[in-house]
């Protein structure tokens, strides 16, 4: 039986919990430092340089044609039905429903409003980017080619590069990027990594992109995640408006309503003042009732209080109601002889 000095394990968590302040101050927001921007040009330069591989159709395409003509789903049929739900982890919409759950309720936690800024701005810099690569390019997948050996470019497809992988790379690594300790950061990031590559395989796996859409879409995704830093002054200045106008909108619902001004009672007596006399000539001024001043009442309603039947005086007209008869004498007068019938 527990008693109440030994506590569970679900107990220290929520105990933890209970201790975290509102705005955590040991949490640095990552900075663009040179180690940063170091990465995000060795980045830039391999998606440019994937980009150049695909457009002149180097050894790049050669190798993607040989591994779509190895056929991975025909050689591995057996982790075919896996690889169909594992690849969900890439979809940009169940993937960010999950996210955004769980940042919400760390904001919630922490009332700020920072993590799920952050997801926005990755996900709107990620439909921005990607989606004009993808027009801009308009390659063909593997299942739609047309000329072997070609890079399929400009023939008004969407998969280069690899939506599934950079979303993975984004929403899986933004867990990473906001993580409030080092050992969290690395843990997360070994993980996202992780996902990110298999989703990117899987995809291969699946015949629904070329090798190099995977290798640009990891690319892109990264180069999302080392360029957050410069968009935290412009998520600090929605998340300092977002609560101004929350603080507006609760000062607006508090305020006070004036009490109003209370009616005098209807039973009220009312004084009247005295008319001055007209002067000769003139006609009588009408008399207004103001607004304070209680109704006559009417003519026809009883002015009395409410009696009984019995109490009120009877309305029949007096007499006799039944009618006139010539042959007939009213009592106590005497009646004249009446003539005798027969002898």
Not at 68 to 91: E, K, N, S, T
Request: charged letters at 15%.
């Amino acid at each position: 039986m527990r008693t109440e000095g030994t506590l569970t394990r679900l107990d220290r968590v929520f105990a933890r919990l209970d201790r975290e302040p509102q705005r955590p101050a040991h949490i640095d927001v990552p900075r663009m430092s040179r180690h940063r921007v170091v990465l995000f040009s060795a980045t830039l330069a391999f998606y440019l340089s994937i980009v150049w591989a695909v457009v002149t159709t180097s050894w790049l395409v050669r190798l993607d044609w040989q591994v779509m003509f190895f056929r991975p789903y025909q050689q591995w049929p057996q982790i075919h039905a896996f690889l169909d739900y594992y690849v969900v982890l890439g979809q940009r919409g169940p993937t960010a429903v999950m996210v955004a759950a769980w940042l919400g309720w760390r904001s919630w936690r922490q009332h700020t409003l920072r993590p799920l800024l952050t997801l926005a701005a990755s996900l709107l810099l990620l439909n921005i980017t990607v989606g004009a690569a993808k027009l801009g390019m308009g390659r063909l997948g593997p299942h739609y080619a047309t000329v072997i050996g070609s890079n399929e470019m400009g023939l008004g497809g969407d998969i280069f590069p690899s939506g599934h992988t950079a979303n993975a790379v984004v929403t899986w690594g933004i867990l990473a990027y906001l993580a409030s300790t080092p050992r969290a950061r690395r843990w997360l990031s070994a993980l996202s990594a992780v996902t990110s590559l298999g989703v990117g395989l899987t995809t291969v796996y699946l015949g629904t992109h070329w090798l190099s859409d995977v290798l640009l879409g990891w690319a892109a995704g990264l180069l999302i995640l080392l360029a957050l830093p410069w968009c935290e002054p412009l998520i600090a200045r929605a998340e300092t408006a977002l609560f101004d106008l929350r603080d507006r909108w609760r000062d607006r619902r508090g305020r006070r309503v004036p009490a109003p001004v209370p009616a005098a009672p209807v039973g009220a007596p009312v004084v009247l003042k005295p008319r001055a006399p007209a002067p000769d000539g003139a006609p009588a001024a009408r008399e207004t009732v103001g607004a304070g001043r209680t109704a006559r009442t009417p003519v026809y309603l009883a002015p009395g209080p409410h009696t009984t039947r019995s109490e009120r005086t009877p309305v029949t007209p007096a007499g006799s109601r039944r009618p006139p008869h010539s042959d007939r004498v009213p009592r106590g007068t005497t009646s004249a002889a009446r003539p005798l019938t027969g002898s």
